[in-house]
């Protein structure tokens, strides 16, 4: 059973479409993110939510717009996508600090290529 | 605010031979500390972490880290490494009191070779 599962693995887009990325954790974890993974391999935060509340939003273009119909899923919308914004993007969940469980669980990442 | 410093970019080395990922932080609080591992084309996986008690922490894979609070580091290491411990190391710290932005460091790329 994936725990946190985005879909599509891959994504090859024109410049200036619109596209969605999805992803769904089974964890029961209140806390979703999303990350960017740049050419060079930095990870950073994009957004956080928290039982579908939006907790962090990282100086990120407002052509991306996170949305979470429920604690279990995180989508990400991308509008007039641009070269830059190619790059892997992960979708990540975590549950608050309870004792030795904490930590982050990982999505394989979406592979977005704007041409 | 809290950053990560992973001095080294690429660490060669031969199979079988010891490895030490080098990483370390800067935060004004008490952090939580994280090794990531990312093999090629693939996600992140958690290889250890830091939460509390006892400073030496073993993950899996034969990895484990010890977190120096005076010298604010949570270097990596491994006796032996193996071909298939080749991938993309991330160590990564969290502030205690507000687990909302897990930090990450820009990686360090473990080329193991025969």
């Known amino acids: 059973d994936t725990a946190v599962s985005q879909t599509p693995k891959y994504l090859v887009t024109q410049m200036g479409n619109d596209k969605s990325i999805k992803c769904e954790q089974n964890?029961?974890?209140?806390?979703m993110y999303w990350y960017k993974q740049d050419s060079k391999k930095f990870l950073k935060i994009m957004f956080s939510y928290n039982n579908k509340e939006l907790i962090i939003n990282e100086t990120v273009p407002n052509r991306f717009s996170p949305k979470s119909p429920d604690k279990a899923h995180l989508n990400l919308h991308i509008n007039s996508l641009e070269l830059g914004d190619s790059a892997v993007y992960f979708c990540?969940?975590?549950?608050?600090?309870?004792?030795?469980?904490?930590?982050?669980?990982f999505g394989s990442g979406t592979r977005l290529t704007v041409v | 605010a809290q950053s990560v410093t992973q001095l080294d970019s690429q660490v060669p080395v031969f199979e079988e031979a010891p490895v030490e990922l080098r990483c370390n932080y800067s935060?004004?609080?008490?952090?939580?500390l994280f090794w990531y591992v990312q093999y090629p084309n693939q996600g992140l996986q958690l290889l250890l972490k830091?939460?509390?008690?006892?400073?030496l922490v073993k993950g899996i894979n034969g990895f484990e880290a010890e977190f120096n609070k005076s010298q604010t580091s949570f270097h990596l290491r491994k006796p032996s490494v193996h071909i298939s411990d080749t991938a993309e190391y991330f160590c990564?710290?969290?502030?205690?009191?507000?687990?909302?932005?897990?930090?990450f460091g820009t990686g360090t790329r473990l080329q193991v070779f025969p």
């Open positions: 990540a969940s975590s549950q608050v600090v309870t004792g030795d469980n904490y930590g982050y669980t």
């Open positions: 990564a710290v969290i502030p205690v009191y507000n687990t909302d932005k897990l930090i």
């Open positions: 830091y939460l509390s008690g006892s400073t």
């Open positions: 964890l029961g974890h209140d806390t």
């Open positions: 935060s004004s609080v008490s952090v939580y």
